[in-house]
């Protein structure tokens, strides 16, 4: 059976002395890399006090991104094993849960032993941790063969090749490292690995793309908003992807200029990276100011179906459901999302993604919002998404989340975080403006101005820490 790492040799067989990885520290060759994986393999722990002992099943991986966090990485799946990754600056006990099913966990300062051998399951490639309603993390079991599936998909859309350098932007708990890190490694193509320091100053970035040639970048749509600000980006940029969240037009309009192609994508980590791809340097937006997910990659189907599974009249909204390759194996633990798993009644495996959208005319998918965020207002449907796209596409706004609250008589009502584009923002202008575009009972009853929006380690705006608001109107921190 192939595997990530059967693929990541053939690479290593073909050009073992191409630019493989590098970090601000060091390099290593396609040869090098193979070395050092095998090497960190070597030294990992024997069970020999258990009786005979066929190799981990899941390894930790908690390291600062580097040469050896991708050697490291490529160590576990060498051995038949899935690496669970978490970054050093994720909360302890989140980190302890994560890690709690382990064999070991690989950090920068050597191998933690843990106390249990964790079950292993054939072909696992690795476990991606995201929330759970139960309010523990669940698990998103991901195979080999949906990671290649993957990098078939991204090859036949984006045709990586040696000489291609791809930036690696994300944090390694979300599916855009995936991306990074195997489409360019199972391509012949070189990773490029920023500091911290880097990533976090957007014109040492900027230069660091530079300097070293990058070709390929992968990230959230605000990692492009902030390339947008800055109004001219590295002459050696070829691609620009966008996954995640919303792409707005806005968010790229200067960048449409520079001659480079843009692509807004669409996939939970339930499917492996993308379940759709859509190019929109050279497209006009939506009416509400954002991109269409396009059409489904190599290897994938989607279709907009009802409650009971069955397909809408073209043009309705329903449930974008997934079928294909990337459908990953399910959650650990098991948990009530597991159900979103489900089987066709003709046999065929269907990711039911929870998300709303519809097909245009022209065949792309439009998504519209989750199937749960829809809030009822003086007795009227209300979607969170609606409003924040129309301030979204208010010139003096850089970007809007709006929430839902509850009062203490159970009546729902609507706040708006907003952050201004420049100093000149009049709070007064952007609400009169948006009463011309929502019905009375859509306007947020409370508003906050932010120097800027609370993220998570993933990279999205993280709405459990925006400032909470008493419904006399009182806002706190």
Known sequence: MKTIFSAFAEQVAKQPEALAVMDEEEA???????????????????????????????????????????????????????????????????????????????????????????????????????????????????TNANVLHYVAAFQNEFHPVPGDWMLQHSVCSFDIFVEEVFTTLLSGATLCIPSEETKNDMGRLMAFIERNGVTMLSGFPYLLLEMNKLGRIPRSLRLLISGGDVLRARYIDRLRTQGVHIYNTYGPSETTVCASYYRCDDAEPLADGTFPVGKAVKGVQIEILNEDLQPVADGETGEICIFGNGIALGYTPPVPEQVHFTTMPDGRRVYRSGDLGYVLPDGNIAFLHRKDTQVMIYGKRVECEEVENVLCEQPQVETAVVTPQTDSDGMTFLVAYIVPRSERFNLDTVKHATEEQLASFMMPEFWKVMECMPMTPNGKVDRKALPQVRKEGCLYD
């Open 28 to 142: 290593l060759t396609y040869r090098e890399l193979d070395i050092l994986a095998a090497e960190i393999a070597a030294d990992f722990p024997k069970r020999t006090d258990e009786g005979e002992y066929p190799g981990p099943a899941r390894v930790g991986i908690v390291m600062n991104h580097s040469v050896r966090m991708i050697a490291s990485i490529l160590a576990v799946l060498r051995q038949g094993a899935a690496y669970v990754p978490a970054e050093p600056t994720f909360p302890t006990e989140r980190k302890r849960f994560m890690m709690a099913d382990c064999d070991f966990v690989i950090t920068d300062d050597g191998i933690q032993i843990q106390s249990n051998p964790a079950a292993r399951v054939d072909d696992l490639a690795y476990i991606l941790y995201t929330s759970g309603t139960t309010g523990k993390p669940k698990g998103v079991m991901v």
